[in-house]
Structures are given as structure tokens and as C-alpha cells.
């Protein structure tokens, strides 16, 4: 996108228009005028978005499959190398019509990746899915012969009917078919095999286990989703933030949010599901589109319903012109309004309702008093800082805005047709520039309010996708939080991590903590992304860096209180080793003997403490292994 905006500049430049637009534009007031004078802009210098919306395509699916067999078939294969195999199978999975041979193939080829990779159950789903589809005869086979394996592997007990479709296509082979006589080999090496009685019947195959989601045990008369132990508050200093009510203590569960709207990141389109966002390594695809892939039909055709007949044509299309992940989350959220709201006029009608209301603690609280996580109010009611922005940071997401709409106008049936490709019909169009004000909106809303949704992944903590979050946005930035946000399945939890007495604020981080960037970073970084210049503790003292930090025994001065810390400390080596390896799931203990490290060290050592560093990352790790895990599968040998 940023290369059509600079011809759009160098055009406004030649043309000694630059800098008179640039006033008109900043003297502009709503982002529905902004949005009309963009359009017309780009009407007025030829810049008309065009995009394939990268079709599917039978020669991409086979360039990207033959791709895949240089990685896993010719290459050196270590475990790395088939994770980038079963990658490029996925893609070509996505881009291969439906239904077709090219699809067939692709499955096929990717099921001997999850046979390599222990992954039996998905391997017989993609077995299973070539052989429904126009997979050659002369190739089926190979197919059963490795379905029959995992289902030896996995004591399933259909292994002679699946041995016997074998036989079936093994005889319809050409006798001149030089793998006619190795795979007649291997048939009857498992028909030996089904005749001992050493075979497997008691295999388990390894499941996701999830742990129950923490229960609030009082709840919130105005926030349903927050314990009332908190209040939201507003002041013009911090704006809305949230306030202790009560002492609340280290591991106190805070909050339970399930997000409005929950995207998955590009990077995982080909390892997780699109709809619920779990991993998945036998994805398959959108039957129209080559962007959205599925854990099953079932989430395929949830997300169908709930948004992605819109996002089919607009997503590949916008994604063309390089634009990033908060992009495509700032049309989901418009698609979410409208369907909420049941059609243009009525939401139309819900966002003029919270533009009235002159109260700012309780905007896009709904009309029973109830700041609500599952309506688009609470989104749309989050701070734009419009007024702080940049002339150019604003031109930018409108012009970006501008493509969107374009698209959603003229390739969707979203405002009841497909609109005709005229950017000044457009622009006279209320409906289209009311909506192209809404993720103009969503562009300036998400930068300061979108959370990371995580995942663990061995030593590391992932993004998995992006949430839109009405109460959690309400929290302010500390360099050094006091509370965890923990991701889950379908929600995040938030957790106290130090000792909060009633009337403090909770504090979240921004993505700015004091153990790792310098206090000039940390203030540049805000300042550039959320408008503000941290005062909190750590930016107030200037704490050290994580490498200067000063040990307890340094710090503390009482006998007795060195005393108690180093007791409290016993066993925090070993809970160290243990969420190093991640063997830590199912051991509750380990969480409760670090609350109980936090409390002893906030009470006897000053902040800021080598220990209550070590201790409080150790703690967040142990939490997170108790949420969402991405294993990467390995090579069986």
C-alpha cells in the first residue's frame, strides 16, 4: 500500500497540489469526510485499487506441491525441513481448486509429512480426503498401504478392510508399473503383521489436554466478565482506567474476557485454524478463497456464517497490496457490527446512541448498564486519539481505508449489491463512506487497544492473534505490570501478580517493560504508538535494566527478613528447571509456592529485586503452559 500512496504523492506533487490538499484534509472533522475527500482524491489522480485477489489457481497448487517434495522428498529431512514441507503442501492445499486432482494430490503428499511426524490420526483424515476426491487409481495404493500403518499404529481394528482395498488397486496397477513389486512388498509385510499378535492395540493417541477456565468467584455488577474486587473509573489524567475495590492478592483471578473479535495472525494461516485459532496440521481450505483455512468443517462453516462469506473476496485482495494483520482486523470488526446489529440503519441508529451519551466513564456500556465483551459498542467506544495524529498518519489509514471499502463495495454483496468500480460514486454513497468511517475508526482504535492472543512454543511466547478486548483496553500501561494477561482457547484471564491494596489502578504492559528497554526507549516507543509519556514507578526512578539488577541480599538489611526470603525461596531452582523443560501442567503447587515468593519478597525486599524479576517471569511462564501450547510434532524415527 505504501507504494500506491507515494504515486499518489508524487502525482500530487507534480500537479503542485501536495500541500494545499494536505490543509483541506486537516481541517476535516469526522472520518466520514475524511473518507469521501480520499476517495475523490484518488478518483481525481487515476489511483483505482486493483487486485486478483489471488484466485485459486491449479498451476500455484502444483508449484507450490512440487515445492514441498524439494523440501521433504529430495532434501536433507530434520524436523525443521518437514514443518516447512507440510507448509507448502497446506498452501497448496489452499490453492488448489475444489474440487480437483491438484487437491488430491496435495493431500496425499501432505499426509506422508503427518505419517513422518507421528501425526497419525490427521494423516488418515488427509488419506481419507485424497481418496474422496479424483486422486489417480494407479497411486491409491500407496495411500491404503500407509493408511493400514496408522491404523496399526493407533489399534484401530478396520485394518483388514482397508488391507483389502490394498489388494483392490494393487491389481489394477500395470504390470509394467516399476512400483508394482515394492509396494506388493510392503502388502505383504503387513499382512504378517496383522497375523502376529505383538501389534498395538493399546495405543493412546496423544490429545490437547485444556485446563477448566478459572471461575470468578464474585462478579462485577457492571462489568460481567471482571470480578468485583475492580471499578472502572475516569479521570481526565489516566482517562477511563480500572481501581481496585477491595485488597486484592498475587494469583487472583481478575478477569475472564472472551474477545469481540478474535483474528488469526497470517504467519499461522497454514499451522492454525482460521475460525478457533487452535493449531491444526491438517488444515483444510476455503472452498472459494486461498486466504482462510480450517481445523474442520464445522469451523469452516461457523466462520462462514459469522463473517468470512464478506472476507472471502476482500482479504486476498487487500493482502495483494502488502497491508498487515490490524488491516484485515479493522474490516472484520466493521462485518461484526453489521451483522450485530442486523443492517446499516440499525447500527447506524446503535453508534449515533453512544456519539450522545456525555458520560465517559460508562461509553459503550449498553442500555442496561453493563460495559458488555460480546458487543461492538465496548469497541467502538475505545480511544482513536484522533487528535493527536499526524495529518500524514491520518491521510495514510484513510487512504488504506479507502482500498478496503472499495472492495467490500464492489465484490460483496454487503451493501445489497455489488456496487459498480466508480470511486466517485462511491464517495456520493452514505452507506459505503458510513462504513469507510468505521474502520477508519477501527484503524486509529486498534494501534492503542488491540492485546496480543499468545501461545507457548518451548523456550518462547508467541503471537497467535489479535484480540479486540473492551474491558482489558481499559487498563493503563506500567513498565512493570502488576497483573498477567494469561491467553486461553477462547478468552484471556487476567491474573494479580503483586499484592494491589484498594484504590490502586491495575496496570497491564504495553509491550515496553523496564528489565529490557532503557527508560529514553521505553517513553520514545509510548509517545510514538499510544500518545502519552509514562510516569509509572520505574520510568519515575529510572529502574536499572534486568543485567544491573541487585540482589535481595544486597537490597535487604534485616537479618530476619533475609531470613524469610531466602526459606521462601527454597524451591525456586527447581520450579525454574521445571518450567524451563515445561513440565509443569497439573502441578498447582508450583503456582501457589510462587504466589507465596511474591508475596514474601513485596513484603520484606524494595523493588526493583533481582529475585522478584526471577521470580515473577518464572510465574508468568508456568501460568502460560497452563494455556495455549503450540507443540511442533517430531520427526518418528
Excluded at 525441513?81 to 475444489?98: G, M
Excluded at 516399476?178 to 502388502?187: C, F, G, H
Excluded at 475505545?382 to 472492495?407: G, I
Aim: with cysteine; charged share 25%; aromatic share 8%.
Amino acid at each position: 500500500m505504501d507504494k500506491v500512496q507515494n504515486m499518489l504523492n508524487i502525482r500530487l506533487i507534480a500537479a503542485g497540489k501536495h500541500i494545499e490538499l494536505s490543509n483541506q484534509f486537516k481541517k476535516l472533522k469526522t472520518d466520514q469526510e475524511r473518507i469521501v475527500f480520499t476517495l475523490n482524491l484518488m478518483q481525481q489522480y487515476d489511483i483505482v485499487p486493483s487486485a486478483t485477489g489471488m484466485p485459486k489457481n491449479a498451476k500455484e497448487s502444483e508449484k507450490l506441491r512440487e515445492e514441498g517434495n524439494k523440501v521433504f522428498v529430495t532434501g536433507i529431512l530434520n524436523n525443521t525441513a518437514c514443518i516447512d514441507a507440510l507448509k507448502l503442501y497446506t498452501k497448496s492445499i489452499a490453492f488448489a481448486p475444489y474440487p480437483s486432482e491438484q487437491l488430491a494430490r496435495s493431500y496425499a503428499n501432505r499426509s506422508a509429512v503427518l505419517f513422518k511426524l507421528g501425526l497419525y490420526l490427521e494423516c488418515i483424515q488427509d488419506i481419507d480426503r485424497a481418496l474422496a476426491l479424483n486422486y489417480p487409481d494407479n497411486l491409491r495404493v500407496k495411500l491404503y498401504l500407509r493408511k493400514t500403518e496408522c491404523l496399526m499404529i493407533t489399534g484401530n481394528h478396520s485394518v483388514e478392510h482397508t488391507l483389502k482395498e490394498a489388494q483392490h488397486w494393487l491389481e489394477k496397477m500395470s504390470i509394467n508399473d516399476t512400483n508394482r513389486e515394492r509396494l506388493t512388498a510392503k502388502l505383504n509385510v503387513l499382512h504378517n503383521k496383522t497375523t502376529q499378535t505383538n501389534i498395538n492395540k493399546n495405543t493412546k493417541v496423544k490429545t490437547e489436554e485444556i485446563p477448566a477456565l478459572p471461575i470468578i468467584k464474585s462478579c462485577n455488577n457492571e462489568v460481567p466478565c471482571a470480578s468485583d474486587a475492580v471499578a472502572i473509573k475516569y479521570n481526565e489524567r489516566y482517562g477511563r482506567h480500572v481501581v481496585a475495590t477491595r485488597k486484592i492478592h498475587p494469583g487472583e483471578v481478575i478477569a475472564v474476557e472472551k474477545p469481540y473479535a478474535l483474528i488469526l495472525v497470517q504467519e499461522n494461516m497454514q499451522t492454525h485454524c482460521s475460525n478457533c485459532l487452535r493449531v491444526c496440521w491438517a488444515n483444510i481450505p476455503c472452498n472459494y478463497c486461498t486466504y482462510a483455512m480450517y481445523c474442520s468443517e464445522e469451523c469452516r462453516n461457523i466462520e462462514w456464517e459469522k463473517c468470512h462469506n464478506i472476507e472471502c473476496v476482500v482479504f486476498p485482495a487487500v493482502l495483494e497490496y502488502s497491508t498487515y494483520n490490524l488491516d484485515l482486523c479493522s474490516i472484520r470488526l466493521a462485518v461484526l457490527a453489521l451483522r450485530e446489529a442486523g443492517g446499516i440503519e440499525e447500527l447506524r441508529t446503535m453508534i449515533k446512541e453512544v456519539d450522545e451519551h456525555d458520560d465517559p466513564r460508562t461509553k459503550g456500556f449498553s442500555r442496561d448498564g453493563k460495559l458488555r465483551s460480546n458487543r461492538y459498542i465496548g469497541v467502538y467506544s475505545l480511544v482513536t486519539n484522533t487528535e493527536k495524529r499526524s495529518v500524514s498518519d491520518l491521510f495514510k489509514r484513510s487512504f488504506d481505508t479507502s482500498f478496503f471499502v472499495y472492495f467490500l463495495a464492489t465484490r460483496t454483496v454487503i451493501f445489497g449489491a455489488k456496487l459498480p468500480e466508480d470511486l466517485s460514486g462511491l464517495a456520493k454513497n452514505n452507506d459505503v463512506t458510513f462504513i469507510g468511517s468505521l474502520i477508519l475508526r477501527h484503524q486509529q482504535i486498534i494501534p492503542s487497544n488491540m492485546h496480543s492472543f499468545g501461545e507457548t512454543q518451548g523456550l518462547e511466547y508467541l503471537e497467535r492473534g489479535i484480540a479486540a478486548m473492551p474491558f482489558f483496553s481499559l487498563i493503563n500501561h506500567c513498565c512493570d505490570p502488576n497483573i498477567l494477561r494469561h491467553s486461553r482457547p477462547e478468552h484471556i484471564v487476567i491474573y494479580a501478580m503483586y499484592p494491589i491494596e484498594k484504590g490502586e489502578q491495575l496496570l497491564d504492559n504495553y509491550g515496553k517493560h523496564y528489565a529490557v528497554m532503557s527508560k529514553a526507549q521505553r517513553q520514545q516507543k509510548l509517545l510514538e504508538q499510544y500518545y502519552f509519556i509514562c510516569d509509572c514507578l520505574p520510568c519515575q526512578e529510572d529502574w536499572p535494566l534486568y543485567v544491573e539488577l541487585q540482589s535481595y541480599q544486597t537490597l535487604v538489611k534485616k537479618p530476619e527478613d533475609k531470613a524469610k526470603i531466602k526459606k521462601a525461596l527454597k524451591k525456586f531452582n527447581m520450579y525454574v528447571d521445571l518450567a524451563t523443560i515445561g513440565n509443569v501442567p497439573n502441578r498447582p503447587y508450583i503456582i501457589k509456592d510462587l504466589l507465596k515468593m511474591v508475596q514474601v519478597l513485596h513484603d520484606c525486599a524494595p523493588t526493583p529485586c533481582e529475585e522478584m524479576s526471577n521470580v515473577i517471569e518464572t510465574l508468568k511462564r508456568v501460568y502460560d503452559f497452563n494455556g495455549n501450547i503450540c507443540e511442533i510434532p517430531e520427526i518418528q524415527k
